[in-house]
């Protein structure tokens, strides 16, 4: 009887460090809110739907600044 190969897992290379949740009831005139939050401590709360409009465009444009990111290094050569 042969021995099982050991399996060599790779260590994690992509870690969540910021997220975006947004509740949506599904009737338009229930009311929409938004959080946004990064492990770096940037953190923003949005409560009506152009509120919530903005804080997407602003989470997204964390990433550009955000400490905790290296964009330059998660690009495709």
């Given at each position: 009887?042969?021995?099982?190969t050991?399996?060599?897992?790779?260590p994690a290379t992509r870690q969540a460090v910021r997220w975006l949740q947004i509740v949506a009831p599904p009737t338009f005139?229930?009311?929409v809110s938004a959080r946004s939050?990064?492990?770096?401590g940037w953190e923003r709360t949005a409560s009506d739907r152009s509120a919530v409009l903005a804080l997407i465009d602003a989470h997204t444009a964390h990433a550009a600044v955000c400490p905790l990111l290296d964009l330059e290094g998660n690009k495709a050569a």
């Open positions: 009887m042969t021995q099982p050991p399996i060599r897992r790779e005139r229930a009311p939050w990064c492990q770096c």
